[in-house]
Structures are given as structure tokens and as C-alpha cells.
């Protein structure tokens, strides 16, 4: 009996390091890349970094493209919180404009996070099946924005998604001026309000 104790400790233990490591692992990755942009995580800095050998790093996430990947799956679980508390926050009629907010400012205060989501090429499934729950999550609070539409609202959740991202890349581009970003808020929700009626 004592040597099962021991042994389901020594697993829970195990399990429990490794997970610690992964979670070191992603967090130095996304330093790194806040700093310094997304190019400089490669598997050599982040074995040199945390005192890993590189073996052990692709162990845990099989290429670097493993690592940028969990990063983007995480990032999407962050994002999904953040929307859903501004979901939860605003009464009906200011729903839409407390996520499309939320977001922008998900965007802007998380730039290299952002990008990893959706600007770098990576072997993450969306619109899938195989799309992981914390991208099913985040979809899921602009869907609620629409749940009342029928077979709409997957499509015009699409739309905000897609505006509120072209709003996010433009502004960190300079293309869109931020001074305006609360009007181009307000006028994207106009128009989906004419949509929708």
C-alpha cells in the first residue's frame, strides 16, 4: 500500500514539474518576443534562456512552431476571458461596443500575443473540428452578441470579428489613427444594427 502512495506521489510530482516547466517555457518565450519580436524565439534562446537543453524543449512541444502555437492557443483562452467579462459587464444594448473595446484593447495592450494569433503562419485549426476549446471559447463571445440571428449569426459574427481585426492591424500599422478608434467603434456597431434590423 505505502509503495502505491509513493508512486502516485512521485507521478503527481513528475506531472506537476512538467507542467511548470511548459508554463516557463511559454512565458520566457513571450517575453522574448514582447521584447524583441517573434523571429528571436528559437528553440537554442529558449534552451539558453531558462537553462533547458533543447531536447527538453522539444520534448514538450515537438518544434518551435509547437511552442508558438500553444502560446497563440493560450492567448486565445486570454482574450476569450477578456471578452467574456466585458460580455457579462454591459447591459444589452452596449454589448457590442464593450467587446468590440475589449478586444481593441486586447489588441493594443498585447501586441506580440496578437500577432502570434493571427498574423504568424501556424498549423492551428480554425473553423475545424480539431480547433482547440480556448479558440471555440473566444468565438463563442462574439457569437453570443448574435445568438437571436439564426442561421446569421455564425456569418455575422464572422463580420464584427473580421472588422474588429482589420480595425486592430490597421491601428498597430498606423494606417488608422487610435484618436478615432471609439468612433469607428461606434459606427461599426451602427452598421451592424442596420444589418441585423
Same mark, same amino acid.
Given at each position: 500500500?505505502?509503495?502505491?502512495?509513493?508512486?502516485?506521489r512521485?507521478?503527481?510530482? &513528475?506531472?506537476?514539474?512538467?507542467?511548470?516547466? $511548459?508554463?516557463?517555457?511559454?512565458? /520566457?518565450?513571450? $517575453?522574448? %518576443?514582447?521584447?524583441?519580436?517573434?523571429?528571436?524565439?528559437?528553440?537554442?534562446?529558449?534552451?539558453?534562456?531558462?537553462?533547458?537543453?533543447? @531536447?527538453?524543449?522539444?520534448? #514538450?512541444?515537438?518544434?518551435r *512552431?509547437? +511552442?508558438?502555437?500553444? +502560446? =497563440?492557443?493560450?492567448?486565445?483562452?486570454?482574450?476569450?476571458? %477578456?471578452?467574456? &467579462?466585458a460580455?457579462? $459587464? =454591459?447591459?444589452? +444594448?452596449?454589448? %457590442?461596443?464593450?467587446?468590440?473595446?475589449?478586444?481593441?484593447?486586447?489588441? !493594443? !495592450?498585447?501586441?506580440?500575443?496578437?500577432?502570434?494569433?493571427?498574423?504568424?503562419i501556424?498549423? /492551428? @485549426?480554425?473553423?475545424? @473540428?480539431?480547433? @482547440?476549446a480556448?479558440?471555440?471559447? %473566444?468565438f463563442?463571445?462574439?457569437? *453570443?452578441?448574435? $445568438?437571436?440571428?439564426?442561421?446569421k449569426?455564425?456569418?455575422?459574427?464572422?463580420?464584427?470579428?473580421?472588422?474588429l #481585426?482589420?480595425?486592430?492591424e490597421?491601428?498597430?500599422? &498606423?494606417?488608422?489613427?487610435?484618436?478615432?478608434?471609439?468612433?469607428? /467603434?461606434?459606427?461599426? +456597431?451602427?452598421?451592424?444594427?442596420?444589418?441585423?434590423?
Amino acid at each position: 500500500m505505502q509503495k502505491k502512495i509513493s508512486s502516485s506521489r512521485i507521478a503527481e510530482r &513528475k506531472l506537476r514539474d512538467r507542467e511548470a516547466r $511548459r508554463a516557463q517555457i511559454l512565458s /520566457v518565450a513571450r $517575453r522574448i %518576443a514582447e521584447q524583441e519580436g517573434w523571429p528571436s524565439v528559437t528553440v537554442r534562446r529558449l534552451s539558453d534562456e531558462i537553462s533547458y537543453s533543447q @531536447p527538453v524543449l522539444y520534448a #514538450h512541444f515537438g518544434s518551435r *512552431e509547437g +511552442i508558438l502555437s500553444a +502560446i =497563440a492557443v493560450e492567448g486565445f483562452h486570454e482574450l476569450g476571458v %477578456a471578452l467574456e &467579462k466585458a460580455r457579462k $459587464r =454591459a447591459k444589452d +444594448i452596449a454589448m %457590442a461596443e464593450a467587446i468590440a473595446t475589449a478586444y481593441l484593447g486586447f489588441a !493594443s !495592450s498585447s501586441p506580440a500575443l496578437y500577432e502570434v494569433m493571427f498574423s504568424l503562419i501556424l498549423n /492551428v @485549426p480554425f473553423a475545424d @473540428p480539431g480547433t @482547440p476549446a480556448e479558440m471555440q471559447f %473566444a468565438f463563442a463571445q462574439l457569437m *453570443e452578441l448574435f $445568438r437571436d440571428e439564426g442561421s446569421k449569426a455564425e456569418v455575422l459574427s464572422e463580420m464584427f470579428w473580421s472588422s474588429l #481585426h482589420g480595425m486592430a492591424e490597421l491601428t498597430r500599422t &498606423k494606417r488608422l489613427p487610435r484618436s478615432r478608434e471609439k468612433a469607428r /467603434v461606434r459606427a461599426l +456597431i451602427e452598421l451592424l444594427t442596420c444589418i441585423r434590423e
